[in-house]
């Protein structure tokens, strides 16, 4: 039964909690990657349909000015929302919202070089989730900065829902 796109932000919780993992006080990034995955299988009610990207997901790493510039890695799931405003507009458009788990980690010279790495995320995926995981994981572990991260222990991290862009 799909769950209302309102409330994914708690499910995703309640996964990471099944998992042993405090969403904001994630230890394991391994841990943290496999809730994220057991939720990318949750159904969402309120989005639009797959073929119209309406429920996607991406990676993502860097230093932002928002955290402090500290090193983060984050799993984000983005919506579609058509159950908002009058689809009777001509100008309707969907709301863009996404939940994202953000990992903050402390320096460390393993991935002094962060920024420069040319990528700053794995791109959204919008169908295959299965392959599209196996394939980011891949990516991720092919870049030994991103590597030694997945190997650390975050120094905190948090879950939001939030309305994008």
Same mark, same amino acid.
């Given at each position: 039964?799909?769950?209302?796109?309102?409330?994914?932000?708690?499910?995703?919780?309640?996964?990471?909690r099944?998992?042993?993992?405090?969403?904001?006080?994630?230890r394991?990034v *391994?841990?943290?990657?496999?809730?994220?995955?057991?939720?990318?299988?949750?159904?969402?009610?309120?989005?639009?349909?797959?073929?119209?990207?309406?429920?996607g997901?991406i990676?993502e790493?860097?230093?932002?000015?928002? *955290?402090?510039?500290q090193?983060?890695?984050?799993?984000?799931?983005?919506?579609?929302?058509?159950?908002?405003?009058?689809?009777?507009d001509?100008?309707w458009?969907?709301?863009?919202?996404k939940?994202?788990?953000?990992?903050?980690?402390?320096?460390?010279?393993?991935?002094?070089d962060?920024?420069?790495m040319?990528?700053q995320?794995?791109g959204?995926?919008?169908v295959?989730r299965?392959?599209?995981?196996?394939?980011?994981?891949?990516f991720?572990?092919s870049?030994p900065q991103?590597?030694?991260m997945?190997?650390?222990e975050?120094?905190?991290?948090?879950l939001t829902?939030?309305?994008a862009?």
């Amino acid at each position: 039964m799909p769950i209302p796109w309102r409330s994914s932000a708690e499910v995703f919780a309640q996964i990471l909690r099944q998992r042993g993992v405090e969403p904001a006080a994630v230890r394991d990034v *391994n841990a943290a990657w496999d809730a994220f995955a057991e939720f990318l299988q949750i159904e969402i009610a309120g989005i639009e349909p797959p073929e119209n990207d309406g429920d996607g997901f991406i990676a993502e790493w860097g230093k932002w000015d928002w *955290n402090d510039d500290q090193p983060a890695l984050s799993f984000g799931r983005l919506f579609a929302v058509n159950d908002v405003g009058e689809r009777d507009d001509p100008h309707w458009q969907p709301e863009y919202w996404k939940v994202e788990l953000q990992l903050l980690f402390c320096e460390d010279p393993a991935w002094a070089d962060l920024d420069s790495m040319g990528h700053q995320d794995t791109g959204f995926d919008y169908v295959s989730r299965t392959a599209a995981l196996g394939e980011m994981r891949r990516f991720i572990e092919s870049y030994p900065q991103l590597a030694s991260m997945w190997r650390a222990e975050p120094a905190r991290s948090n879950l939001t829902l939030e309305r994008a862009g």
